[in-house]
């Protein structure tokens, strides 16, 4: 690999060009399939399959004889491997996402919360020109999966026998996808953008690819569909010092370099030394390797940089915006911390670029060619959209009602104007019709005025469970509360937004909680709970159960001394 030893910052933005991908011919096949698919629909994707990938086809769909199969082909460790690959993405993508947001009170009356809504249909691109990456599929299809979107559907190129790989098929059926299509390359994503007579339009495309695949998402874009990023050719940049092994850094190397002749590899030194090591090994390595002629392409558009020191590799990574981060220096996690931009950073020496690719947990199909500054990876996040909601009190609207008058005045908006004043003019002549603020009449006494409507049914089914089987100090307290014995009308595992409180009188606006050992480790938890429920104008009385044990009276007596103290 060539070596660029010590370079000013004048020479930065040359050395750090990725290989000039033939833009214009890309651009042309590109236009010239996406207007045959949307004019001939199935028939085009006939002929592209049997041009580009010699396989002659007659249908589109994958059946599930077909998927069946494809379970019998594979091999137990193959399996294995993928179903642990599959629990460790799972396990990071779930606990990424954050669907809970708080209901915001931004003045009184006025509430604001945002919600993830699944996009409809999403569409998959799973690559398989030069190798069928069934990883993709789990990249992509579990966070579908967590996102749950109504419709999700894969295309991948097939081989000359008009066969998808057995374990793209195995892993998209473990993943729960079974709406396949045998279509590759652009004419794929075109399939996709427009629908033809098998293949649906989709909402949104997500996936990697070779150029003609990401210049045809690109184009997909301006036909109102969107895209998760353009994830090109793979790279890497590793930012190494004198300790590094040059075994593993050459190995890091050509594990991108192997993808295609268009990726790029880049090696980020203070070290002559290793820089020169690592060359050696790059030399020994590329022998052993199957794809040895694609990795040596790959190396010839890379460089090895030699810098002045790791501080100055941090500035040069963060000026390129690689894809792929690897950090093999002495303090990897300072240099980590520092680091301002890129799509996924592997720490330490023994964080090799496969585990991520594979099975680490994060998701690989990440932004290339500089675009790490303005795009991150695929995540749950993706697939989802994020709604936003509010809803005003006739006391919210009197509050914030005026502000909006004078506001759409001053834009010269006059019906923006009287959205508002029509409203405040009703409230101000008929101002006992209105319902009075925080009060609850009739069948709105029930659980699903309180509670969070997306989830009422899930908490519902939790709370019913909950008040069948009490736990020992919660049946002690109930007894004394049930059936208004100090007046006071309790609900027991009463269901408040989200959360699912002990006793509550809605009347009375107050909480009572019988905290059990687990509380002890939840402490934060607990006083987020806390904070939220005192936010909708709840007091909350805690009781621990060795209170409760010891001391039921002494509880009882506070809850009606407590409870009193608050009129409505
Ligand atoms: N950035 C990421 O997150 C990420 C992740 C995984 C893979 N990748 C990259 O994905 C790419 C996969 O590329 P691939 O080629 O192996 O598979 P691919 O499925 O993207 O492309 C194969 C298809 O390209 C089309 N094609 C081939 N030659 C063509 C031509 N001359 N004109 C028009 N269409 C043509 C064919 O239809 C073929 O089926 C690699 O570059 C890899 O580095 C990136
Ligand atoms: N390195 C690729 C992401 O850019 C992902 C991959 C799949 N299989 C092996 N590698
Ligand atoms: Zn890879």
Redesign the pocket.
């Known amino acids: 690999m060539k070596i660029i030893s010590n370079p000013d910052y004048s020479q930065q933005q040359e050395l750090l060009e990725r290989p000039q991908q033939e833009r214009a011919n890309v651009e042309t096949?590109v236009n010239d399939?996406i207007q045959l698919v949307k004019e001939n629909g199935d028939q085009a994707l006939f002929a592209?399959a049997e041009k580009?990938?010699k396989a002659k086809l007659d249908t589109l769909r994958v059946t599930e004889k077909e998927i069946e199969q494809a379970s019998t082909l594979i091999s137990p460790e193959l399996k294995a491997a993928i179903q642990t690959a599959y629990q460790n993405i799972y396990k990071f993508h779930e606990a990424c996402y954050t669907q809970d947001y708080p209901v915001i009170e931004t003045m009184p009356g006025m509430t604001c919360w945002r919600k993830s809504l699944p996009i409809q249909k999403v569409g998959l691109y799973i690559?398989?020109?030069?190798?069928p990456?069934f990883s993709?599929v789990l990249m992509l299809a579990i966070p579908a999966k967590i996102a749950d979107n109504k419709r999700v559907v894969l295309c991948s190129?097939t081989d000359s026998n008009g066969d998808i790989n057995p374990a793209v098929l195995y892993t998209a059926s473990l993943c729960g996808v079974t709406e396949i299509y045998k279509a590759?390359?652009?004419?794929a994503i075109a399939a996709m953008t427009y629908g033809t007579e098998s293949i649906p339009a989709v909402d949104k495309i997500f996936g990697?690819?070779?150029a003609?695949?990401t210049r045809a998402k690109e184009l997909a874009q301006q036909q109102g569909v969107a895209i998760d990023m353009p994830?090109?050719?793979?790279e890497v940049l590793v930012i190494a010092d004198q300790k590094a092994n040059p075994v593993f850094v050459a190995a890091d190397l050509l594990a991108q370099a192997e993808?295609?002749p268009?990726?790029q590899v880049i090696l980020l030194t203070d070290s002559i030394t290793l820089a020169e090591a690592v060359n050696e090994q790059l030399t020994i390595q590329l022998s052993t390797l199957s794809r040895k002629q694609t990795a040596e392409k790959a190396i010839e558009n890379s460089k090895t940089i030699v810098l002045e020191n790791i501080a100055e590799c941090i500035k040069w990574s963060d000026a390129y915006a690689p894809?792929h981060l690897i950090i093999n220096t002495e303090n990897a996690d300072e240099v980590a911390e520092q680091i301002q931009v890129a799509g996924s950073i592997f720490i330490g020496s023994y964080t090799c670029e496969s585990l991520g690719d594979y099975a680490s947990g994060t998701n690989?199909?990440?932004p290339?060619y500089g675009y790490a500054r303005n795009y991150s990876g695929v995540s749950v996040d993706s697939f989802v959209n994020k709604v936003t909601y509010q809803k005003a009190t006739p006391q919210g609207l009197k509050n914030l009602g005026p502000a909006v008058e004078i506001m759409a005045t001053a834009e010269g908006l006059d019906a923006h104007k009287n959205a508002v004043s029509v409203r405040l003019n009703s409230i101000k002549a008929n101002p006992k019709s209105l319902p009075e603020e925080g009060t609850f009449k009739g069948r709105q006494k029930y659980s699903y005025e309180t509670a969070r409507k997306s989830i009422y049914g899930t908490l519902k089914e939790r709370a019913s469970q909950m008040r069948k089987n009490p736990t020992e100090t919660e049946a002690l307290v109930w007894e004394e509360l049930r059936n208004k014995k100090l007046d006071i009308k309790f609900r027991r595992q009463h269901i408040i937004d989200k959360y699912i409180v002990d006793f509550a009188s809605v009347e009375k606006r107050l909480i009572v909680e019988i905290d059990g050992d687990i509380h002890l480790n939840q402490i934060e938890e607990d006083r987020l709970r806390q904070d939220f429920l005192e936010s909708q104008g709840f007091k909350v009385i805690r009781f621990s159960n060795d209170n409760v044990l010891n001391d039921l009276e002494s509880v009882i007596e506070t809850i009606k001394n407590t409870s009193t103290a608050r009129p409505n």
Do not use: C, K
């Open positions: 096949a399939i592209f580009f990938d690559p398989g020109g030069s190798a990456l993709t190129p590759g390359g652009a004419q990697p690819g070779n003609f695949v994830a090109g050719p793979s993808h295609g268009d990726s894809e690989h199909t990440l290339t």
